[in-house]
């Protein structure tokens, strides 16, 4: 069965640290990983990755894959209250399923 | 505005009811999804339609009844729910371009809150 694992679960910074969310994953076919922000109820695209070692960018929040280590990271600099937010990673496998982490919650403080 | 609207925001339901959620998506996606986002659980697929299709039922219990009558509406009839069945359900679309099974990231509602008395 396909299982994403995410960590830490939860996470509380204050403004202007730098934080690494984790994303690992076990699934047939490995197609792509998805990161999502949800800060109240809509999820919104962030990034998707397909190749290994090739870094995604928008502003401050950048990703990277490992297909080796089945993982990736997502690197949030600078962190700003309006970080504050669920971050869920999904993968697609052979079974075209998007298959979801349990999230991680980020607070950013003031 | 997401592009991906649900309707209510938030039900309130007995266990005898039966309401229905609706979604509408007016970004001309080809394919459109219920998931089930319960607390401290992963987001839960319920149903898949591409091209108005089923094309996934993920072991949903019949309580839930999804209907799809065109590529642009979503609905998920509720009957005789149990208080577990309470959480926050999410629409979503997404676009498969014709002639290739390529997946393009999902576009989300901002959900139905549910809660089951």
């Known amino acids: 069965e396909d299982k994403v694992v995410q960590s830490p679960l939860s996470l509380v910074v204050h403004e202007g640290d730098t934080v690494t969310l984790n994303c690992s994953y076990e699934?047939?076919?490995?197609?792509?990983l998805l990161w999502y922000k949800q800060e109240k109820k809509a999820p919104t695209f962030l990034f998707m990755l397909?190749?290994?070692?090739i870094e995604k960018k928008s502003g401050r929040l950048s990703s990277i894959l490992d297909k080796k280590e089945l993982s990736s990271i997502l690197n949030i600099t600078a962190t700003q209250t309006g970080d504050s937010a669920i971050y869920l990673c999904a993968v697609r496998g052979g079974s075209e399923k998007l298959v979801f982490g349990k999230g991680t919650k980020l607070t950013v403080n003031p | 505005e997401t592009g991906v609207t649900q309707t209510p925001r938030h039900l309130v339901m007995g266990m005898t009811n039966k309401k229905s959620l609706k979604c509408e998506q007016h970004?001309?996606?080809?394919?459109m999804y219920w998931y089930k986002q319960s607390a401290k659980k992963p987001l839960e697929l319920m149903f898949v339609y591409n091209f108005k299709e089923q094309t996934e039922n993920n072991s949903v219990p019949s309580r839930f009844s999804p209907e799809c009558p065109n590529s642009s509406h979503l609905f998920l009839h509720l009957h005789t729910l149990q208080p577990e069945d309470s959480a926050l359900y999410l629409c979503?679309?997404?676009?498969?371009?014709?002639?290739?099974?390529?997946?393009?990231?999902?576009?989300f509602g901002e959900g139905s809150r549910l809660t089951v008395l």
């Open positions: 970004l001309g996606h080809n394919a």
């Open positions: 699934v047939t076919n490995f197609r792509s």
């Open positions: 979503a679309s997404s676009q498969y371009p014709a002639g290739t099974s390529v997946f393009r990231e999902l576009f």
């Open positions: 397909t190749s290994s070692g």
